[in-house]
């Protein structure tokens, strides 16, 4: 990556970390605020999943013909729509799947142009520390966001939020872009994606199934744990906002040591450890309680925090080091096909299932219970695997 792709990467990072920790960060617990049960935010994310998958087609196709600098600023009008539409329409079930529609845009266009610009930045010697200082820069501005959210949400009006946040996307637009920076050439030499081959996708590594699964606990963790979280803030914006820092700061002090680490030790011997510790910590979810000491309660959320960002940090040096090995810029687009479009099935009938049956708190225990266990799929993630993955879909 050159030195200009490098810089371009960690500004459209900063920003867009700074503006999801904002509001688009707060989104479950908001529609949670507004009387939305489990089953109208499963049909929410359901809608997102489809959005996403919808508009990676046309991101995969707009990257051959457009420049990276126009890719970001839709990246950036995505997000500034989805606020105005929170702010504009009165909210039901329709309204509600509209927007869950236009989040999955949002976060097809910044996640997936995001994932191309870091690929490019790593090789496998590095790429458990550079995805941990990743982690780790997202941390920093993502927390200055969630401050400044918080704080706008529980004391002044929505259009505040609304004004700050544009503003910051336009000023951003323009501090990124005045140099017009290039996509990587790595990117740019692929051709999109068709239908067949996505279908026909597999490997020795257990891939597809692992794209299945991940975007289920990618929304368990960030929708459903943090109304969990939201609710034993007492509902309270501003104090969600504090919590989640000082989670941030004991466990992102514990991450520094590990991810500088991680690249030197034994790669199967971390992953195993990881993908434990975080089927335990959807156990510790599940027996989360606030009847808990105050003590044990906050001990209880710094392991989940901490056993979760160690594990993102295992997968995705394995995802990336993977990516590497066989299909380049075409195995993160497949993972974002698979993942999100088993999103849009399986929340959609959670969504449906939650209408049959009483959606409320306990619903979530349940869901944290049947994560514990999933959860140890991921060890099938390159337990044995193969020089090259379909060859009908090998880089030429």
Same mark, same amino acid.
């Given at each position: 990556?050159?030195?200009?792709?490098?810089?371009?990467?960690?500004?459209?990072?900063?920003? =867009?970390?700074?503006?999801?920790?904002?509001?688009?960060?707060?989104?479950?617990?908001?529609?949670? #605020?507004?009387?939305?049960?489990?089953?109208?935010?499963?049909?929410?994310?359901?809608?997102?999943?489809?959005?996403?998958?919808?508009?990676?087609?046309?991101?995969? =196709?707009?990257?051959?013909?457009?420049?990276?600098?126009?890719?970001?600023?839709?990246?950036?009008?995505?997000?500034?729509? $989805?606020? *105005?539409?929170? +702010?504009?329409?009165?909210?039901?079930?329709?309204?509600?799947?509209?927007?869950?529609?236009?989040?999955?845009?949002?976060?097809?266009?910044?996640?997936?142009?995001? &994932?191309?610009?870091?690929?490019?930045?790593?090789?496998?010697?590095?790429?458990? &520390?550079?995805?941990?200082?990743?982690?780790?820069?997202?941390?920093?501005?993502?927390?200055?966001?969630?401050?400044?959210?918080?704080?706008?949400?529980? #004391?002044?009006?929505?259009?505040?939020?609304?004004?700050?946040?544009?503003?910051?996307?336009?000023?951003?637009?323009?501090?990124?872009?005045?140099?017009?920076?290039?996509?990587?050439?790595?990117?740019?030499?692929?051709?999109?994606? #068709?239908?067949?081959?996505?279908?026909?996708?597999?490997?020795?590594? =257990?891939?597809?199934?692992?794209?299945?699964?991940?975007?289920?606990?990618?929304?368990?963790?960030? /929708?459903?744990?943090?109304?969990?979280?939201?609710?034993?803030? =007492?509902?309270?914006?501003?104090?969600?906002?504090?919590?989640?820092?000082?989670?941030?700061?004991?466990?992102?002090? $514990?991450?520094?040591?590990?991810?500088?680490?991680?690249?030197?030790?034994?790669?199967?011997?971390? +992953?195993?450890?990881?993908? /434990?510790?975080?089927?335990?910590?959807?156990?510790? &979810?599940?027996?989360?309680?606030?009847?808990?000491?105050?003590?044990?309660?906050?001990?209880?959320?710094?392991?989940?925090? /901490?056993?979760?960002?160690?594990?993102?940090?295992?997968?995705?040096? &394995?995802?990336?080091?993977?990516?590497?090995?066989? $299909?380049?810029?075409?195995?993160? *687009?497949?993972?974002?096909?698979?993942?999100?479009?088993?999103?849009?099935?399986?929340?959609?009938?959670?969504?449906? +299932?939650?209408?049959?049956?009483?959606?409320?708190?306990?619903?979530?225990?349940?869901?944290?219970?049947?994560?514990?266990?999933?959860?140890?799929?991921?060890?099938? +993630?390159?337990?044995?695997?193969?020089?090259?993955?379909?060859?009908?879909?090998?880089? #030429?």
């Amino acid at each position: 990556m050159t030195t200009s792709n490098k810089r371009t990467f960690y500004q459209y990072l900063a920003l =867009h970390s700074l503006l999801i920790g904002i509001f688009p960060f707060y989104i479950p617990v908001y529609l949670w #605020k507004q009387n939305f049960g489990i089953g109208d935010i499963s049909f929410f994310i359901a809608f997102a999943g489809v959005g996403f998958t919808a508009c990676l087609w046309i991101w995969d =196709h707009l990257r051959k013909s457009v420049s990276l600098s126009s890719m970001i600023g839709l990246s950036l009008a995505l997000e500034v729509a $989805l606020l *105005v539409n929170v +702010y504009v329409l009165e909210m039901n079930q329709l309204i509600l799947l509209i927007l869950g529609f236009t989040y999955g845009a949002y976060n097809c266009f910044y996640w997936t142009t995001l &994932r191309a610009l870091f690929f490019d930045l790593v090789d496998e010697g590095s790429s458990g &520390r550079k995805y941990g200082n990743f982690q780790i820069f997202v941390g920093a501005s993502l927390q200055i966001g969630i401050i400044i959210g918080g704080v706008l949400l529980e #004391k002044t009006g929505f259009i505040t939020l609304l004004l700050v946040s544009t503003a910051l996307a336009l000023a951003g637009y323009f501090f990124i872009t005045h140099n017009k920076p290039p996509y990587p050439v790595s990117l740019a030499q692929n051709d999109s994606l #068709k239908l067949p081959a996505i279908l026909r996708f597999s490997d020795n590594y =257990h891939s597809r199934l692992i794209f299945i699964i991940d975007g289920l606990f990618l929304f368990a963790e960030s /929708f459903f744990w943090l109304i969990t979280l939201f609710i034993i803030a =007492h509902e309270s914006f501003a104090t969600l906002g504090v919590m989640i820092l000082s989670l941030a700061v004991i466990f992102g002090i $514990l991450f520094f040591l590990l991810k500088n680490a991680i690249d030197r030790l034994g790669k199967r011997r971390v +992953y195993i450890l990881a993908v /434990f510790s975080y089927a335990a910590s959807w156990a510790l &979810r599940a027996m989360t309680d606030t009847d808990l000491s105050l003590e044990l309660l906050y001990a209880s959320l710094v392991m989940v925090a /901490f056993c979760t960002a160690f594990f993102r940090l295992a997968l995705n040096k &394995r995802f990336y080091d993977l990516a590497k090995l066989t $299909l380049s810029h075409d195995y993160l *687009v497949l993972k974002s096909y698979y993942t999100q479009i088993i999103v849009a099935i399986l929340f959609g009938l959670l969504g449906v +299932y939650s209408y049959w049956h009483e959606s409320s708190e306990s619903l979530l225990v349940v869901i944290y219970w049947c994560s514990a266990v999933l959860a140890l799929l991921y060890l099938l +993630y390159g337990s044995h695997g193969q020089k090259t993955a379909n060859p009908e879909l090998t880089p #030429k």
